[in-house]
């Protein structure tokens, strides 16, 4: 059984240019979570989304930034027009239900942007 | 608003046992604790979950006095390896959909 997936493991974009981040949750799971993770911090709770919709964005910036997590592939993270202050870990989490207030959530081994 | 707080650093030696304990005084009444584990340059690792009282796994112990507002997760006899970030997660009792990370402690385990 595979675990959480992500790619690419690392992405270099210049200032302005896009970047998009993909999750593959683990088999079963309807849940995923994006973390930002900044150099030498904690992780940072940016939004958590089910099969074709966005629970809770309250944690994502409201410009640039959005998520999708379509009925069929991964969730994708996409950052637009980025800017030096973007370059960080981007984890992904899934967990099979997201209501028993019951947090185990399995981590991907994250993207590091870095922004040029 | 800070829902959990943590030591930034401890010290200990191989063969320690080591406690780190994590405050939660907004804790939920249906809330869970869970203690995550991270290595440098990966993602974290689920440690152990609990509800109250004591929960014992293959790699460390959780203890959750009756009032739930704090948590200590015990790791008995570190080696070099157990090197990392710990994190302790709770749920909010205003928007259980907002899941707050503590700022995590840093546990150097030296030879």
């Known amino acids: 059984n595979a675990g959480v997936m992500q790619n690419p493991r690392h992405l270099v974009r210049r200032r302005g240019q896009e970047a998009r981040l993909r999750c593959s949750p683990m088999?079963?799971?309807?849940?995923v979570y994006w973390y930002r993770q900044l150099p030498e911090e904690g992780l940072k709770f940016m939004v958590y989304?089910?099969?074709?919709?966005?629970?809770?964005e309250s944690g994502m910036p409201k410009e640039r930034f959005s998520a999708e997590f379509p009925k069929e592939g991964p969730s994708i993270l996409r950052i637009q027009q980025v800017v030096r202050g973007d370059s960080a870990a981007y984890f992904c989490?899934?967990?099979?239900?997201?209501?028993?207030?019951?947090?185990?959530?399995?981590f991907g081994p994250g993207t590091r942007l870095t922004v040029t | 608003l800070a829902k959990t707080t943590q030591p930034i650093s401890m010290d200990s030696y191989e063969g320690q046992e080591v406690n780190i304990t994590c405050s939660h005084n907004?804790?939920?009444?249906?809330?869970?604790i869970t203690w995550y584990q991270q290595f440098p340059s990966q993602g974290p690792r689920f440690i152990i979950q609990?509800?109250?009282t004591k929960v014992t796994n293959e790699v460390a112990s959780l203890f959750i006095p009756a009032d739930r507002k704090s948590s200590t997760l015990s790791l008995p006899r570190v080696s070099l390896s157990d090197t990392a970030v710990y994190y302790c997660?709770?749920?909010?009792?205003?928007?259980?959909?907002?899941?707050?990370f503590g700022s995590g402690t840093k546990l150097n385990v030296k030879p």
């Open positions: 609990g509800y109250k």
């Open positions: 989490a899934s967990s099979p239900q997201g209501t028993s207030r019951s947090y185990e959530q399995y």
């Open positions: 907004n804790i939920a009444t249906n809330d869970y």
């Open positions: 088999k079963g799971h309807s849940h």
């Open positions: 997660l709770v749920g909010d009792e205003d928007n259980f959909n907002k899941f707050y």
């Open positions: 989304l089910q099969k074709e919709n966005i629970i809770d």
